[in-house]
Every structure is written in C-alpha cells, then in structure tokens.
C-alpha cells in the first residue's frame, strides 16, 4: 500500500509548458514531484507539454515505458495517462489520488483535481513506475 502524499500544496499552481517548479508545472512536471513524494525515482522527459506527436512517441517507443506496471484500475498514487488529442496514443498524465479523482496539470485549469469519470474516454490506462529510489 502507499502511503498518502500531499498534493494539496499544488492545486492551483498555474500551468507552464515544461514546468517543474512550484511557480509552474506540466502534467509530467506535476507527476514527477508526486511520484517523488511517494519515494518513486522516474526521469524527466524534456518534450513541451504542447509537442503531442513527440509525447506520444517517447511514451509509446520509449525504453522507459517498460519500467512502469500496468494496472487493471486505478490505485491510489498511480499514474493515469490520457489522449487529449484523438490522433495520438497518449499525451497527457495524472496522478490518482482515490475515490474516483485524479491530479493533473492542464493547459486550461493549471493545477486542478478532476473526476476520472469525467475522462473516461479519454483514459488510455493506469500505470505504476517499477522502481523505488534508493
């Protein structure tokens, strides 16, 4: 089980394309500092948030795809990536944060928490990194 992170502290943050700050974050910018706080250690992607082709091929072709589990539903902490755009495969992350609702950056809203629900047929899957920091 995970333990519970914080993540209130950055709802609100504006969204920055590239982003990885607390003045500003991305959707990978946002997951990478969840995912830290939950003791995961993943790679920063340097791709814009607006470069969709290029994300969805990195997140497709890339190696590290590999070292992230597949879920079968969303657990709390994990990872759920979507297609913001039909023509694409993925383009877009967020972190599950428990009943029915996830934390992402978008470009609209910056920092904002959601309803999976209300994705749905945007969601491509939920995914855990494989490894832990040591």
């Known amino acids: 089980m995970v333990e519970m992170m914080r993540y209130d502290d950055l709802v609100g943050v504006p969204f ?36 969709v082709q290029e994300i969805a091929k990195a997140l497709k072709d890339g190696s590290e795809c590999g070292s ?11 990872i759920v990536l979507l297609h913001l755009s039909m023509d694409v495969w993925a383009n877009h992350v967020g972190i599950c944060i428990g009943h029915g609702r996830f934390i992402h950056a978008y470009s609209k809203t910056g920092v904002c928490i ?14 855990r990194p494989g490894r832990l920091e040591s």
């Open 114 to 127: 959601d309803r999976l629900s209300r994705w749905k047929s945007r969601i491509v899957g939920y995914y």
């Open 68 to 78: 992230y589990e597949h879920l079968d539903s969303p657990e709390y902490g994990c």
């Open 16 to 51: 920055v394309d590239g982003g990885r700050t607390g003045d500003g974050l991305d959707c990978w910018g946002l997951a990478m500092i969840l995912l830290k706080r939950q003791g995961y250690s993943v790679p920063d992607y340097p791709i814009r948030a607006t470069a």
